[in-house]
């Protein structure tokens, strides 16, 4: 007798052999490479001027028949397959408003989340922290908002001080954290226990050994450096007494990270510099910083740097960010009178124009210039055939 087929045949199961329940999409449409392509539907590059007027109706709906697929999938017991959802909801959210569908889901994508970052490996949890700072910014501020925060805050936090935990699932929690903290948020309270957790963590790229003339990158740079950046958006949001405490705290040890041979670390130190000496002013008119000088000269010297060392496009992206931070620090009239630069150059914009040569005298001046150069360059030709000529 022929043998019964088994209920649980090969196109009945998922990714890695896993039964599916649910096979909310056809076998085209059932591939995850394919679906994630979803947010074409939003794009109207897609579609021709000249061809058929579009149904944008059952365009959305069957967009959101296949977010509805993607967020099913995010509880799939494959672990590929729930991070391919999580990243085709990640496309899908920020290529489209879906405030109205996002809201109506908004516990079901929360619980999927919170899963994803407890039991979820290193890639997952990175794609679901992704995940949770689209939903924040889909959803803007709220009740509904902090209710998602108070959930996800706690579990964020306690990746970004697992020790144990990937360091990429790490530095993308802090940046969730930051992020949805400074949208989500109205509870002091909460503001400083989130800036405590990312000061924990970026406090400890400071300069480890006194003795030593810069600080060196580790495998935890990242990390610092996504804490750092997170924290210095809330500082953004905190009560100016609180600044100021952060102010006399900080500002004297960040100079430190500004000699890490670690391109991103300088710039977010420089950057964040940059805010505190911002905040600091508006604080107190009469602020005033001992170290002005060496920082100055320090902030110079990165703006210029032609180190041979470093890669061009790390030295160009490092003297145009430190330029600006440079700006940042020095230009005021309190500072320029300490250093007696005199007033600063008040330029109108007449004045700038005149300044400014035209395109046709820049052309002609490149053109008499290339002529030169060639002339040169013939006659030393010329040169080199009659020697040849001799010998």
Avoid at 248 to 263: A, F, G, Q, R, T
Wanted: hydrophobic share 35%; charged share 30%; net charge neutral.
């Amino acid at each position: 007798m022929p043998k019964p087929k088994k209920r649980g045949s090969n196109h009945q199961r998922g990714a890695g052999g896993q039964p599916r329940s649910v096979q909310p999409f056809s076998d085209e449409d059932a591939s995850i490479e394919t679906m994630s392509h979803c947010s074409g539907f939003s794009d109207p590059a897609s579609f021709t001027e000249d061809g058929p007027e579009i149904d944008e109706e059952a365009t959305q709906e069957d967009l959101e028949y296949k977010l509805k697929g993607f967020i099913d999938l995010t509880l799939d017991k494959s672990a590929k397959t729930r991070q391919a959802a999580l990243e085709s909801l990640k496309n899908a959210f920020s290529s489209k408003i879906l405030s109205e569908f996002i809201m109506e889901r908004r516990m079901t994508l929360t619980d999927s989340i919170e899963r994803c970052i407890k039991k979820g490996k290193s890639d997952e949890q990175c794609a679901a922290a992704g995940l949770a700072c689209l939903l924040c910014v889909q959803m803007g501020s709220g009740i509904e908002s902090e209710e998602i925060f108070k959930t996800l805050g706690p579990v964020l936090k306690k990746i970004v001080c697992d020790g144990t935990a990937s360091i990429q699932a790490r530095q993308a929690c802090a940046t969730c954290l930051g992020i949805c903290c400074f949208i989500v948020t109205d509870d002091i309270t909460e503001l400083y226990s989130t800036m405590e957790c990312l000061e924990n963590i970026f406090t400890k790229a400071y300069q480890r050994d006194r003795d030593t003339n810069g600080v060196s990158s580790t495998h935890n740079t990242v990390l610092h450096i996504s804490a750092l950046l997170a924290w210095t958006l809330l500082l953004t949001i905190c009560p100016m007494n609180e600044v100021k405490k952060k102010i006399e705290m900080h500002l004297h040890k960040l100079p430190s990270l500004l000699s890490c041979d670690d391109l991103n670390m300088r710039i977010a130190a420089g950057e964040t510099l940059a805010l505190l000496f911002e905040l600091a002013r508006e604080t107190d008119a009469d602020f005033f910083y001992e170290d002005m000088e060496l920082l100055t000269e320090k902030l110079r010297a990165l703006a210029t740097d032609g180190n041979k060392h470093r890669a061009k496009v790390d030295k160009r992206k490092q003297r145009s960010v430190f330029r600006d931070v440079l700006r940042a620090v020095e230009s005021n009239d309190f500072l320029r009178n300490v250093f007696e630069l005199g007033p600063p150059v008040m330029v109108d914009a007449a004045t700038l124009k005149t300044m400014k040569i035209s395109r046709f005298e820049r052309h002609l001046y490149n053109s008499a210039a290339f002529k030169a150069r060639t002339k040169a360059r013939s006659k030393c030709r010329d040169k080199r055939a009659d020697v040849g000529e001799f010998f």
